[in-house]
């Protein structure tokens, strides 16, 4: 149980479903660091400058940064020529750094977190990002959109939307892609965002064409009572890293008071059959010890129903941050994103 000494040690609910490779990472590096809910709220938390686990950041190409009309966005160009009609082009949206900085400690400078629409940047991620411009052989376009609270929704559907607007329009000629090879994506709430992104793609008149959908451990239901009732709202209640107390602590900075949490650009799940039906094939990934696991595989289903083309994989005794540590002993976080960066070159045709 929690103590002062271990502040977000692992319930004992959990401890025998997790696998012990990550037991040991967490007790290093997790439990002995509270949660932002701890603190009062400063910008400040999201100054970061190491993140455990995570991998190594590769080079490539060329990384540049534009501006849009409230954030930028970073992109990230691979090695080589090419092809004649342009690169193919991905939008990825963060989920967030998995450290923040806390000012209030002397032994322990950072925590480990998901960003939550509230942490992390345009920093957050850039390992998966130069992973995926590598391997799958496309431009990555990476959005720093605005942060809650001081931008609270809508805001970063604003910028992340935008964000794919302006590659649409502007990414042949300032970007050297094929706008007619794009694919989106994200993890955690950057995997709401791209599903909300999708939507509204595919609502525009023309729509905006998009080849594949890719969710990572998605937040796609912030109702109170879910679409349906969730089996691992219950029985990952307690899970590391993402528990009920800090989803709802993200929540609550994210959505202002009033907020009609069923609207589909909060949570996509209620999107009409009809408009679900307009989306292009989607590759959804879940963790067994993830609070948000059911309504992943429940966003699956709704999409099979309407018709959508789906795959998706759940990755066993793994938590909700199965991403964030490729660089340590998990094999699980190196095949998942292995497995991003093969449904991405394969959407594309690159793989």
């Given at each position: 149980m929690a103590s002062p000494d271990q502040p977000r040690a692992i319930h004992p609910d959990v401890i025998s479903r997790?696998?012990?490779?990550?037991?040991?990472?967490?007790?290093?590096?997790?439990a002995p660091t509270p949660g932002p809910y701890a603190f009062p709220w400063d910008p400040q938390l999201r100054k970061t400058?190491?993140?455990?686990?995570?991998?190594?950041?590769?080079?490539?190409?060329s990384v540049k940064e534009?501006?849009?009309?409230?954030?930028?966005?970073?992109?990230?160009?691979?090695?080589?020529?090419a092809p004649e009609a342009g690169w193919p082009v991905y939008v990825w949206y963060h989920g967030g750094e998995c450290s923040f900085a806390f000012p209030t400690r002397k032994t322990h400078r950072l925590s480990c977190c998901p960003g939550g629409w509230t942490l992390g940047g345009?920093?957050?991620?850039?390992?998966?990002?130069?992973?995926?411009c590598k391997g799958a052989r496309c431009v990555?376009?990476?959005?720093?959109?605005?942060?809650?609270?001081?931008?609270?929704?809508?805001?970063?559907?604003?910028?992340?939307?935008?964000?794919?607007?302006?590659?649409?329009?502007?990414?042949r000629e300032l970007l050297n892609v094929d706008v007619s090879t794009m694919a989106i994506g994200g993890s955690s709430a950057g995997a709401n965002l791209a599903a909300i992104v999708s939507l509204k793609a595919v609502e525009m008149d023309p729509p905006i064409r998009l080849e594949h959908v890719h969710l990572l451990v998605p937040a796609l239901d912030n109702s109170e009572d879910g679409i349906e009732p969730y089996a691992s709202r219950t029985e990952n209640i307690?899970?590391?890293?993402?528990?009920?107390?800090?989803?709802?602590?993200?929540?609550?900075?994210?959505?202002?008071?009033?907020?009609?949490?069923?609207q589909w650009d909060v949570s996509p799940i209620y999107a009409p059959e009809a408009l679900?039906?307009?989306l292009p094939p989607h590759w959804i990934a879940v963790t067994e010890l993830d609070i948000l696991r059911d309504e992943g595989l429940a966003y699956a289903e709704r999409l099979k129903k309407a018709g959508v083309e789906v795959t998706h994989k759940m990755y066993p005794k793994a938590v909700?941050?199965?991403?964030d540590m490729d660089g340590t002993v998990l094999s699980q976080s190196r095949e998942l994103v292995l497995d991003t960066t093969v449904n991405i070159g394969m959407a594309f045709g690159t793989l």
């Amino acid at each position: 149980m929690a103590s002062p000494d271990q502040p977000r040690a692992i319930h004992p609910d959990v401890i025998s479903r997790l696998d012990q490779d990550y037991i040991d990472f967490h007790n290093a590096n997790i439990a002995p660091t509270p949660g932002p809910y701890a603190f009062p709220w400063d910008p400040q938390l999201r100054k970061t400058d190491w993140i455990p686990g995570g991998s190594e950041v590769l080079e490539v190409g060329s990384v540049k940064e534009y501006d849009l009309t409230n954030c930028k966005v970073r992109v990230f160009t691979p090695d080589g020529s090419a092809p004649e009609a342009g690169w193919p082009v991905y939008v990825w949206y963060h989920g967030g750094e998995c450290s923040f900085a806390f000012p209030t400690r002397k032994t322990h400078r950072l925590s480990c977190c998901p960003g939550g629409w509230t942490l992390g940047g345009i920093d957050a991620e850039t390992n998966v990002s130069t992973r995926i411009c590598k391997g799958a052989r496309c431009v990555v376009v990476h959005p720093d959109y605005r942060l809650a609270p001081e931008h609270p929704h809508p805001a970063a559907v604003e910028d992340s939307f935008e964000a794919l607007q302006w590659v649409h329009s502007q990414g042949r000629e300032l970007l050297n892609v094929d706008v007619s090879t794009m694919a989106i994506g994200g993890s955690s709430a950057g995997a709401n965002l791209a599903a909300i992104v999708s939507l509204k793609a595919v609502e525009m008149d023309p729509p905006i064409r998009l080849e594949h959908v890719h969710l990572l451990v998605p937040a796609l239901d912030n109702s109170e009572d879910g679409i349906e009732p969730y089996a691992s709202r219950t029985e990952n209640i307690n899970a590391p890293w993402l528990n009920a107390e800090l989803i709802g602590w993200f929540r609550d900075k994210y959505l202002p008071e009033g907020t009609d949490r069923t609207q589909w650009d909060v949570s996509p799940i209620y999107a009409p059959e009809a408009l679900l039906a307009k989306l292009p094939p989607h590759w959804i990934a879940v963790t067994e010890l993830d609070i948000l696991r059911d309504e992943g595989l429940a966003y699956a289903e709704r999409l099979k129903k309407a018709g959508v083309e789906v795959t998706h994989k759940m990755y066993p005794k793994a938590v909700h941050h199965l991403m964030d540590m490729d660089g340590t002993v998990l094999s699980q976080s190196r095949e998942l994103v292995l497995d991003t960066t093969v449904n991405i070159g394969m959407a594309f045709g690159t793989l």
